[in-house]
Nanobody, 118 residues
Framework: QVQLVESGGGLVQPGGSLRLSCAAS????????MKWFRQAPGKERELVAG????????NYADSVKGRFTISRDNRRKMVYLQMNSLKLEDTAVYYC???????????WGQGTQVTVSS
């Protein structure tokens, strides 16, 4: 059974930090590109960060560059999103996504809420 389970969300003040985790199971993790998306109330889901299969290439949305860092541990089948200098506009539900487009396989987690508020 394929599962992506996010954790680490919560309430944080502006300027604070959170580390999101995504635990994968039920598929060959290192075959998959991993991404973090977020969706704020009333807005479309947007790509936050992505990382290649071996972790060698990472990309970020302009809005989070220099503040967020994506990483992965293929041995543990985990992907992380370190979020620093959080802003009010980072408030959203954050989702983990696994992509193996060659095999036409895409999996989503259930999301974790991040709320930035003073």
């Amino acid at each position: 059974q394929v599962q992506l389970v996010e954790s680490g969300g919560g309430l944080v003040q502006p300027g604070g930090s959170l580390r999101l985790s995504c635990a994968a199971s039920g598929f060959t993790f290192h075959y998959y590109i991993m991404k973090w998306f977020r969706q704020a109330p009333g807005k479309e889901r947007e790509l936050v960060a992505g990382i290649t299969r071996d972790g060698g290439v990472k990309n970020y949305a302009d809005s989070v560059k220099g503040r967020f860092t994506i990483s992965r541990d293929n041995r543990r089948k985990m992907v992380y999103l370190q979020m620093n200098s959080l802003k009010l506009e980072d408030t959203a539900v954050y989702y983990c996504k696994a992509e193996d487009l060659g095999a036409n396989n895409v999996y989503w987690g259930q999301g974790t809420q991040v709320t930035v508020s003073s």
